[in-house]
């Protein structure tokens, strides 16, 4: 199974950007699928951006047009750039990673965006 370990929160002002790290040990990096989800105080857990097959991206709306999710297998690391942040980001963002031919999901343990001025 692999384990993965999220880097990169912390309090930044509106407008402001961050790059969110998530380094993965402990298995093949490139057979799964990496997500990035988010979870806000009281709501549930949501999809953030995800990348899949290495290639293809998809993005919540709330993300697209500024948020980046990209990877490096040689580094077996996914990062999340995200741009123009917003006092609703504020969450608590996690990594995920799927694996594709099993079907299973493993969880980082979160690291914490503040958006406040």
């Known amino acids: 199974q692999v384990q993965l370990v999220e880097s990169g929160g912390g309090l930044v002002q509106p407008g402001g950007s961050l790059r969110l790290s998530c380094a993965a040990s402990?298995?093949?990096?490139?057979?799964?699928?990496m997500g990035w989800y988010r979870q806000a105080p009281g709501k549930q857990r949501e999809l953030v951006a995800a990348i899949r097959s290495g290639v293809i991206t998809n993005y919540a709306d709330s993300a697209k047009g500024r948020f980046t999710i990209s990877r490096d297998n040689a580094k077996n690391t996914v990062y999340l750039q995200m741009n123009s942040l917003k006092p609703e980001d504020t969450a608590v963002y996690y990594c995920?990673?799927?694996?594709?031919?099993?079907?299973?999901?493993?969880w980082g343990q979160g690291t914490q965006v503040t958006v406040s001025s």
């Open positions: 402990g298995s093949i990096f490139s057979i799964y699928d």
């Open positions: 995920n990673a799927h694996h594709r031919l099993r079907g299973t999901d493993y």
